[in-house]
Protein backbone atom coordinates (compact mmCIF):
# COMPACT_ATOMS: atom_id res chain seq x y z
CA UNK A 1 0.00 0.00 0.00
CA UNK A 2 0.50 3.81 -0.57
CA UNK A 3 -0.01 6.78 0.17
CA UNK A 4 0.77 10.42 -1.11
CA UNK A 5 -0.74 13.75 -0.09
CA UNK A 6 -1.73 15.70 -3.21
CA UNK A 7 -2.35 18.92 -1.00
CA UNK A 8 -3.01 19.66 2.55
CA UNK A 9 -3.43 22.97 4.13
CA UNK A 10 -6.30 25.33 5.00
CA UNK A 11 -6.51 26.05 1.18
CA UNK A 12 -7.14 22.65 0.00
CA UNK A 13 -6.49 18.85 0.95
CA UNK A 14 -6.61 15.97 -1.37
CA UNK A 15 -5.15 12.43 -0.16
CA UNK A 16 -4.20 9.97 -2.87
CA UNK A 17 -4.60 6.14 -1.25
CA UNK A 18 -2.93 3.25 -3.03
CA UNK A 19 -4.06 0.28 -1.27
CA UNK A 20 -5.38 -3.40 -2.85
CA UNK A 21 -6.47 -3.18 -6.34
CA UNK A 22 -8.10 0.67 -5.37
CA UNK A 23 -7.18 3.91 -5.95
CA UNK A 24 -9.33 6.15 -3.55
CA UNK A 25 -9.04 10.35 -3.40
CA UNK A 26 -9.91 11.10 0.25
CA UNK A 27 -11.58 14.51 -0.08
CA UNK A 28 -10.53 16.82 -3.09
CA UNK A 29 -10.68 20.46 -1.80
CA UNK A 30 -8.94 21.46 -4.97
CA UNK A 31 -10.12 22.48 -8.48
CA UNK A 32 -10.67 19.47 -10.16
CA UNK A 33 -7.86 20.41 -12.97
CA UNK A 34 -5.56 20.94 -10.14
CA UNK A 35 -6.23 17.52 -8.67
CA UNK A 36 -5.31 15.93 -11.84
CA UNK A 37 -2.44 17.59 -12.37
CA UNK A 38 -1.10 17.04 -9.10
CA UNK A 39 -2.34 13.13 -9.50
CA UNK A 40 0.05 12.94 -12.76
CA UNK A 41 2.88 13.90 -10.78
CA UNK A 42 2.32 11.97 -7.96
CA UNK A 43 2.48 9.33 -10.96
CA UNK A 44 -1.14 8.22 -11.77
CA UNK A 45 -3.21 8.35 -14.64
CA UNK A 46 -6.65 9.81 -13.79
CA UNK A 47 -7.93 6.50 -15.11
CA UNK A 48 -6.64 4.50 -12.30
CA UNK A 49 -8.86 6.65 -9.98
CA UNK A 50 -11.94 4.49 -8.41
CA UNK A 51 -13.77 6.81 -5.94
CA UNK A 52 -13.52 9.99 -3.98
CA UNK A 53 -14.37 9.69 -0.37
CA UNK A 54 -15.06 12.75 1.86
CA UNK A 55 -13.91 13.67 5.62
CA UNK A 56 -16.33 16.08 5.49
CA UNK A 57 -18.24 19.69 3.64
CA UNK A 58 -15.80 22.56 4.41
CA UNK A 59 -14.45 23.92 1.30
CA UNK A 60 -10.81 23.12 1.45
CA UNK A 61 -12.13 19.26 1.29
CA UNK A 62 -14.55 19.64 -1.08
CA UNK A 63 -13.77 22.19 -3.59
CA UNK A 64 -13.55 19.60 -6.48
CA UNK A 65 -15.38 16.97 -5.95
CA UNK A 66 -18.88 17.13 -7.95
CA UNK A 67 -16.55 18.05 -11.26
CA UNK A 68 -13.93 15.53 -10.10
CA UNK A 69 -16.44 12.62 -10.04
CA UNK A 70 -18.56 13.73 -13.06
CA UNK A 71 -15.29 14.35 -15.26
CA UNK A 72 -13.84 10.70 -14.32
CA UNK A 73 -17.68 8.93 -13.92
CA UNK A 74 -16.06 7.48 -10.58
CA UNK A 75 -18.41 7.58 -7.39
CA UNK A 76 -18.09 9.60 -4.30
CA UNK A 77 -18.39 8.18 -1.01
CA UNK A 78 -19.82 10.38 1.88
CA UNK A 79 -21.98 10.08 4.53
CA UNK A 80 -25.47 11.66 4.33
CA UNK A 81 -24.79 15.04 6.65
CA UNK A 82 -22.54 15.36 4.56
CA UNK A 83 -24.20 15.13 1.47
CA UNK A 84 -27.01 16.91 2.30
CA UNK A 85 -24.66 20.02 2.87
CA UNK A 86 -23.45 19.63 -0.85
CA UNK A 87 -26.76 19.60 -2.36
CA UNK A 88 -26.42 20.95 -5.74
CA UNK A 89 -22.44 20.37 -6.06
CA UNK A 90 -23.31 16.59 -6.35
CA UNK A 91 -25.88 16.67 -9.43
CA UNK A 92 -25.45 13.62 -11.74
CA UNK A 93 -22.78 12.28 -9.30
CA UNK A 94 -23.18 8.60 -8.29
CA UNK A 95 -23.05 9.11 -4.35
CA UNK A 96 -22.88 6.10 -2.38
CA UNK A 97 -23.42 6.84 0.80
CA UNK A 98 -22.55 5.36 4.59
CA UNK A 99 -22.45 5.92 8.15
CA UNK A 100 -20.46 7.13 10.70
CA UNK A 101 -19.29 4.47 13.03
CA UNK A 102 -20.19 1.61 10.62
CA UNK A 103 -17.27 -0.15 8.34
CA UNK A 104 -18.06 -0.70 4.72
CA UNK A 105 -16.29 -2.51 1.78
CA UNK A 106 -15.07 -1.11 -1.55
CA UNK A 107 -13.92 -3.17 -3.78
CA UNK A 108 -11.23 -5.10 -1.98
CA UNK A 109 -10.07 -2.67 0.93
CA UNK A 110 -12.60 -2.30 4.19
CA UNK A 111 -13.55 1.63 4.94
CA UNK A 112 -14.01 2.40 8.84
CA UNK A 113 -15.44 6.02 8.95
CA UNK A 114 -15.06 7.14 12.38
CA UNK A 115 -16.29 10.38 14.57
CA UNK A 116 -14.42 13.29 14.82
CA UNK A 117 -14.81 16.44 16.80
CA UNK A 118 -14.99 19.57 14.39
CA UNK A 119 -17.11 22.35 13.78
CA UNK A 120 -19.01 20.41 10.75
CA UNK A 121 -22.42 18.47 10.09
CA UNK A 122 -20.86 14.96 10.37
CA UNK A 123 -16.52 15.00 10.00
CA UNK A 124 -14.90 12.12 10.16
CA UNK A 125 -11.20 10.26 9.57
CA UNK A 126 -10.91 7.25 8.45
CA UNK A 127 -9.21 3.63 8.72
CA UNK A 128 -8.51 2.10 5.22
CA UNK A 129 -7.48 -1.28 5.42
CA UNK A 130 -6.48 -4.40 3.31
CA UNK A 131 -4.19 -7.11 3.32
CA UNK A 132 -0.87 -5.36 3.55
CA UNK A 133 -2.13 -3.63 6.38
CA UNK A 134 -3.60 -0.90 8.24
CA UNK A 135 -4.22 3.31 7.06
CA UNK A 136 -5.13 5.83 9.70
CA UNK A 137 -6.02 9.23 8.36
CA UNK A 138 -7.43 12.29 10.81
CA UNK A 139 -7.03 15.67 10.62
CA UNK A 140 -9.85 18.74 11.18
CA UNK A 141 -10.32 17.82 14.62
CA UNK A 142 -9.83 19.56 18.21
CA UNK A 143 -9.06 16.64 20.47
CA UNK A 144 -7.85 13.12 20.43
CA UNK A 145 -10.77 10.94 21.84
CA UNK A 146 -10.47 7.77 22.90
CA UNK A 147 -12.17 6.57 20.02
CA UNK A 148 -9.94 8.28 17.77
CA UNK A 149 -6.68 6.71 19.73
CA UNK A 150 -8.82 3.01 19.62
CA UNK A 151 -9.49 3.50 15.84
CA UNK A 152 -6.05 4.80 14.61
CA UNK A 153 -3.91 2.00 16.71
CA UNK A 154 -2.34 -0.81 14.59
CA UNK A 155 -1.74 1.71 11.41
CA UNK A 156 1.27 1.04 9.50
CA UNK A 157 1.02 4.81 7.78
CA UNK A 158 -0.88 7.47 9.85
CA UNK A 159 -2.02 11.12 8.22
CA UNK A 160 -2.58 13.29 11.47
CA UNK A 161 -3.40 16.56 11.81
CA UNK A 162 -0.42 18.75 12.73
CA UNK A 163 -2.10 22.46 12.63
CA UNK A 164 -0.57 24.89 14.78
CA UNK A 165 1.79 26.38 17.05
CA UNK A 166 0.32 27.31 20.00
CA UNK A 167 2.28 30.54 20.69
CA UNK A 168 2.76 31.77 17.15
CA UNK A 169 -1.60 31.28 16.61
CA UNK A 170 -1.85 33.11 20.43
CA UNK A 171 0.75 36.19 18.82
CA UNK A 172 -0.14 35.62 15.36
CA UNK A 173 -2.64 38.02 13.26
CA UNK A 174 -6.09 36.04 13.87
CA UNK A 175 -8.86 37.30 15.34
CA UNK A 176 -9.81 36.18 18.74
CA UNK A 177 -12.62 34.77 18.17
CA UNK A 178 -10.91 32.53 15.41
CA UNK A 179 -7.98 31.57 17.57
CA UNK A 180 -10.65 30.42 19.99
CA UNK A 181 -12.25 28.24 17.24
CA UNK A 182 -8.95 27.17 16.23
CA UNK A 183 -8.26 25.95 19.71
CA UNK A 184 -11.38 24.70 20.51
CA UNK A 185 -12.33 20.72 20.85
CA UNK A 186 -14.33 21.24 17.38
CA UNK A 187 -11.19 23.21 15.85
CA UNK A 188 -7.98 21.66 15.05
CA UNK A 189 -5.03 19.94 16.36
CA UNK A 190 -1.80 21.78 17.62
CA UNK A 191 1.89 20.77 17.01
CA UNK A 192 1.90 19.25 20.80
CA UNK A 193 -1.40 17.32 21.22
CA UNK A 194 -0.18 15.80 17.73
CA UNK A 195 2.77 14.57 19.20
CA UNK A 196 0.48 13.68 22.33
CA UNK A 197 -1.30 11.50 20.37
CA UNK A 198 1.39 9.85 18.34
CA UNK A 199 3.15 8.82 21.26
CA UNK A 200 -0.33 6.32 21.88
CA UNK A 201 0.11 5.26 18.25
CA UNK A 202 3.90 4.21 18.24
CA UNK A 203 4.13 0.37 17.67
CA UNK A 204 6.69 -1.63 15.68
CA UNK A 205 5.25 -1.81 12.30
CA UNK A 206 4.66 1.66 12.19
CA UNK A 207 6.39 2.55 8.85
CA UNK A 208 5.30 6.36 7.84
CA UNK A 209 3.83 9.50 9.13
CA UNK A 210 2.08 12.04 7.43
CA UNK A 211 1.98 15.80 9.65
CA UNK A 212 -1.12 17.28 7.80
CA UNK A 213 -3.43 20.01 7.21
CA UNK A 214 -0.51 22.60 8.78
CA UNK A 215 -1.51 26.54 9.03
CA UNK A 216 0.63 29.20 6.49
CA UNK A 217 0.05 31.64 9.12
CA UNK A 218 0.22 29.82 12.50
CA UNK A 219 2.82 26.95 11.75
CA UNK A 220 6.27 26.43 10.29
CA UNK A 221 7.24 23.39 8.84
CA UNK A 222 10.57 23.53 10.52
CA UNK A 223 8.82 23.28 14.12
CA UNK A 224 5.74 20.68 13.08
CA UNK A 225 8.58 18.07 11.90
CA UNK A 226 10.97 19.08 15.21
CA UNK A 227 7.96 18.38 17.80
CA UNK A 228 7.42 15.34 16.18
CA UNK A 229 11.18 14.13 15.19
CA UNK A 230 11.80 14.70 19.41
CA UNK A 231 8.94 12.68 20.60
CA UNK A 232 10.26 9.60 18.01
CA UNK A 233 13.44 10.23 19.38
CA UNK A 234 12.39 9.04 23.12
CA UNK A 235 11.35 5.95 21.65
CA UNK A 236 13.04 2.34 20.20
CA UNK A 237 9.98 1.04 18.93
CA UNK A 238 10.19 1.94 15.57
CA UNK A 239 12.07 4.62 13.03
CA UNK A 240 8.82 5.65 10.95
CA UNK A 241 9.39 7.62 8.27
CA UNK A 242 8.46 11.05 8.50
CA UNK A 243 7.01 13.79 6.19
CA UNK A 244 5.38 17.43 6.94
CA UNK A 245 3.21 18.05 4.03
CA UNK A 246 2.69 20.96 2.32
CA UNK A 247 -0.29 22.85 0.68
CA UNK A 248 1.38 23.57 -2.63
CA UNK A 249 3.64 20.95 -3.38
CA UNK A 250 3.08 16.82 -3.77
CA UNK A 251 4.14 15.13 -1.06
CA UNK A 252 6.46 12.09 -1.23
CA UNK A 253 5.02 8.51 -1.05
CA UNK A 254 5.21 6.08 1.63
CA UNK A 255 4.65 2.56 1.43
CA UNK A 256 4.29 -0.32 3.51
Known amino acids: MRVCLLASGSKGNAILIDAGSCRILVDAGLSASEVLARLQSAGYDESQLNAVIVSHEHTDHVRGVGALCRKLGI??????????????????????????????????????????????????????????????????????????????????????????????????????????????????????????????????ELAGLFLAHLSEVNNHPEIAYSTAAVLLQTQNICSPRLVVCQQHAVSEAIEA
Request: glycine content about 6%; some cysteine; hydrophobic content about 40%.
Open 75 to 204: PLLASYPTCRELNVSLRKVNVIEFESGYPFAFRDVMVDPFPVTHDASDPVGFIIECRDGKIGIATDFGIATRLVVDKLKGSKILVLESNHDENMLLNGPYPWHLKQRIRSRHGHLSNTESAQLLDELIHP
